[in-house]
């Protein structure tokens, strides 16, 4: 008999993010498969998890949660206790941080390994939180996973983990929300974003210096400054401490516009990335990915850099360039002069997107927890 499963949801943020979509897209699939789930969440999201895994038990955690602090520190007695009640048969841990008794098997999804391949795109507390998280989190879990081989390879590398402990379940992307749009579609958030019909570059993601936005406004600005109609930047998404950001964006000519909206409504966004020239995302580095695979699904023209798991989720169905500013204006002033290579890449983005489904990555997941039960 397969384990009940305990997946702590506690550290969703109320804006979902890519952690949300994470867990979201997860626990449907494995509802999908009929495993017995348990879900522990903030008060807030208890409907829309009940609404979601309907036959999971689903509990909510004190209100405390909200604050990250105390959710970290209830996870070191609260969650071992939940599991206790739940029955649960393993423990799903699914952002980086494990309770140190969990007092049964524990699988923690570890989605980034640049923490410590890269300490300078982050605060120097927020950096050892993590450094520290991860580093706890492989020697504790009975299993590691994490979303791509170069995610893998890169806790090897640098925290000397054992790859036989680490099982590698690639993301996958609902494809019914992030879809080719309509063209009447692509215009209402044309209209919406007050384009008036111009064509635009598209950025969505976190302000964190790893997303390299600075880079991208100034390659735009190299690559479209003479332009007689250029097109305009958009700039969506929010939370991060990028604070070179305001000066990149001050630096830009006059008659160029850069339009920032913040967070864009789930519903806007296959229409946004789908009716955008090029969604562009040159990141120092990701563990997965995930604005590349939505970018992708919603036949996107992307371009994208070689860092890390990029190529793995990309592979030859987007372009790429070097995260410095004069790469990314080659890049860019190449894929907008040439509208036959934008579509060709489009098409091509959509059906390798077609491969990452969050049923296969159940399937990983599901694999992970039966070997943490039974000790393979």
């Keep these: 008999m397969a384990p009940r499963v305990l997946v702590d949801a506690t550290a969703v943020p109320a804006d979902r993010g890519g952690l949300g979509r994470y867990v979201d897209g997860l626990l449907a699939a494995l509802a999908a498969k009929d495993v017995?789930?348990?879900?522990?969440?903030?008060?807030?999201?208890?409907?829309?998890?009940?609404?979601?895994?309907?036959a999971a038990q689903i509990v909510a955690g004190p209100a405390s949660l909200t604050n990250r602090t105390a959710r970290i520190a209830w996870e070191q007695t609260g969650l071992p206790l939940i599991a206790e009640h739940v029955g649960a048969g393993v423990i799903h841990a699914p952002n980086y941080s494990v309770p140190m008794r969990p007092g049964r098997p524990v699988v923690t999804t570890i989605?980034?390994?640049?923490?410590?391949?890269?300490?300078?795109?982050?605060?120097?507390?927020?950096?050892?939180?993590?450094r520290a998280a991860i580093r706890s989190a492989v020697k504790r879990s009975t299993r590691c996973i994490v979303p791509s081989k170069a995610t893998r390879d890169e806790l090897?590398?640098?925290?000397?983990?054992?790859?036989?402990?680490?099982?590698v379940a690639y993301h996958g992307v609902d494809h019914d929300v992030f879809r080719p749009p309509t063209e009447a579609e692509a215009g209402r958030i044309s209209a919406r974003l007050g384009l008036r019909g111009q064509e635009y570059i598209a950025f969505l993601g976190a302000f964190?210096?790893?997303?390299?936005?600075?880079?991208?406004?100034?390659?735009?600005?190299?690559?479209?400054a003479d332009d007689p109609t250029p097109p305009a930047l958009v700039i969506a998404g929010g939370a991060g401490w990028d604070d070179e950001i305001e000066a990149a964006v001050s630096e830009v000519p006059t008659h160029l516009r850069v339009i920032r909206p913040g967070y864009l409504r789930m519903a806007d966004l296959s229409a946004f990335l789908g009716g955008a020239l090029v969604v562009a995302y040159p990141s120092h580095g990701e563990g997965f990915g995930l604005p590349v695979?939505?970018?992708?699904a919603c036949g996107a023209a992307v371009l994208t850099t070689h860092r890390l798991s990029l190529p793995e989720v990309g592979g030859d169905a987007v372009a790429y360039t070097e995260p410095d500013s004069a790469s990314i204006s080659a890049a860019l002033s190449g894929l907008l002069a040439d509208p036959d290579?934008?579509?060709?890449?489009?098409?091509?983005?959509?059906?390798?997107?077609?491969?990452f489904t969050w049923e296969h990555s159940a399937l990983a997941h599901m694999s992970?927890?039966?070997r943490a039960v039974s000790g393979d």
């Design 36 to 54: 017995d789930l348990a879900v522990v969440c903030q008060r807030v999201d208890v409907e829309r998890y009940g609404r979601l895994v309907p």
């Design 208 to 224: 964190e210096p790893r997303k390299n936005v600075p880079s991208l406004v100034r390659g735009w600005v190299r690559a479209v």
């Design 156 to 167: 090897v590398r640098l925290v000397d983990a054992d790859p036989i402990n680490i099982d």
């Design 111 to 130: 989605h980034d390994a640049t923490f410590f391949s890269e300490p300078d795109l982050y605060p120097p507390t927020r950096g050892a939180f993590y």
């Design 368 to 370: 992970a927890y039966s």
């Design 341 to 355: 290579r934008r579509e060709a890449l489009g098409t091509a983005a959509h059906a390798r997107s077609l491969e």
């Design 293 to 296: 695979l939505e970018a992708m």
